[in-house]
């Protein structure tokens, strides 16, 4: 018998609850969500949800994160940037291909969801935000030093491309025109690979034209 009191190969019962949860908020999403109810859906109560995951804004936050892991092309978005032998601007476009993937649109629909909820509760959903502000943009600037973009031009270019992500996507979620929003990032990549290239010689960020 385990730590979590479960046989050996037997799933943890956190782990099992996780994975319920995830189950859950991909089919009903969490804007109606309360401890009780999920706790009654997934065969368990409130308060043993309490016990694993200290909050409901905690074990969303960790459903969030196990979610996004169901969905390759979108984990592997942000693998495509550390391929430093292919052009900066494929990688930029095959990023985006990753994380506009079809199949990613329930992950992209919960996403921003729980983004809304966390604009709404200041304070309750902190570590969630503390990973948006700073997960992605982290990767690019790291992709964009690897380039030889110095600081500070790479972390003011990456958190840039973050942002242009953040909004494609919901332009995509909005329109349901995954062409027309692949066609405009092309012409955006093109161009912010460029002044990358331009950061690179001359160690500032170049401005949007």
């Given at each position: 018998?385990?730590?979590?009191?479960?046989?050996?190969?037997a799933?943890?019962?956190?782990d099992?609850?996780l994975?319920?949860?995830?189950?859950?908020?991909?089919e009903?999403?969490?804007?109606?969500?309360?401890?009780r109810?999920?706790?009654?859906?997934i065969g368990?109560?409130?308060r043993?949800l309490?016990?694993?995951f200290?909050?409901?804004e905690?074990?969303?936050?960790q459903?969030?994160?196990?979610?996004?892991?169901?969905?390759p092309?979108?984990?592997?978005?942000?693998?495509?940037l550390?391929?430093s032998?292919t052009?900066l601007?494929?990688?930029l476009?095959?990023a985006w291909r990753?994380?506009?993937?079809?199949?990613?649109?329930?992950?992209?629909?919960?996403f921003?969801?729980?983004?809304g909820?966390?604009a709404h509760?200041?304070?309750?959903?902190?570590?969630?935000?503390?990973?948006?502000?700073?997960?992605?943009?982290n990767q690019?600037?790291g992709?964009?030093?690897a380039e030889?973009?110095p600081?500070?031009?790479?972390?003011?270019?990456?958190?840039?491309?973050?942002?242009?992500?953040?909004?494609?996507?919901?332009?995509?979620?909005?329109t349901g025109?995954?062409?027309a929003?692949?066609?405009?990032?092309a012409a955006t990549?093109?161009a912010?690979?460029?002044?990358?290239?331009?950061?690179?010689?001359?160690?500032?960020?170049?401005?949007?034209?």
């Open positions: 018998m385990g730590a979590d009191g479960v046989g050996a190969g799933e943890p019962e956190r099992r609850l994975r319920l949860t995830v189950d859950y908020v991909l009903h999403g969490v804007a109606d969500m309360t401890l109810g999920l706790g009654r859906a368990t109560n409130n043993m309490l016990y694993y200290g909050s409901k905690q074990l969303i936050g459903a969030l994160n196990v979610a996004s892991q169901r969905f092309a979108f984990t592997a978005a942000m693998t495509a550390d391929d032998g052009p601007v494929e990688r476009l095959a990753g994380i506009a993937a079809p199949e990613n649109l329930p992950f992209l629909r919960l921003f969801e729980i983004f909820q966390a509760n200041p304070g309750r959903f902190d570590d969630f935000l503390a990973r948006v502000g700073h997960d992605w943009t690019v600037t992709a964009l030093r030889g973009v600081d500070p031009a790479a972390g003011a270019l990456a958190r840039e491309v973050v942002a242009l992500w953040r909004g494609l996507q919901f332009d995509l979620l909005s025109d995954a062409a929003v692949a066609a405009s990032y990549a093109q912010f690979a460029r002044r990358c290239a331009a950061a690179s010689e001359n160690g500032v960020a170049q401005p949007a034209s």
